[in-house]
């Protein structure tokens, strides 16, 4: 027979997994002010092999709209240049020969409105998984009761596994709204 608590764990789990994803392709997007996350993707050839950005220099912020980058080896940065700029970064390094710099640009309103609508495509794919996460968990207490689940347990376990994904749901619209004030704030 079907374990209910376990099943509600584990929907619960892969929808915080959801929520997780999105906090971490938000962290990416830019909004105006210098963030580590945004280099995140940037690969740099070190000795024949690609690897992260962080294992070849220091990356810190100096001020609020920009970021530096110092190699632990000056022969090194031509290589950083090169994959930030192969990277989907979007910004143009400047390089005085120890220290890349990378100025972030203020972004016009058009591009604040740009960049919220592409936040809000990510959250809405992130609330679509939490949908299909409950409706998945849904069949499978459905199921349950063939194999000797009484109703009654069967639907007060699914009345948990809405507040779970309510609570999610919530939890997005929260990380979204908190991500369009960003965005938006001059």
Known sequence: MLDVKKTLQDAEGRMKKAAVYLEEELARIRAGRANIAILDSVRVESYGQMVPLNQVANVTIPDARTIAIR???????????????????????????????????????ERRKELVKQCNKIGEKTKVEIRNVRGDYKDKLK???????????????????????????????????????EIMTV
């Open 71 to 109: 190699p632990w080896d000056r022969k090194q940065i031509h290589a950083i240049e090169k994959g930030i700029m192969d990277s989907d970064v979007g910004i143009t390094p400047e390089n005085n020969g120890e220290v890349i710099r990378l100025n972030l640009p203020q972004p016009t309103e």
């Open 143 to 181: 199921k349950a009761i063939k194999d000797g689940l009484s109703e009654d347990n069967e639907k007060d376990a699914e009345a948990s596994l809405q507040k779970v994904h309510d609570k999610y749901i919530k939890v997005v619209d929260e990380l979204l709204n908190a991500k369009q004030k």
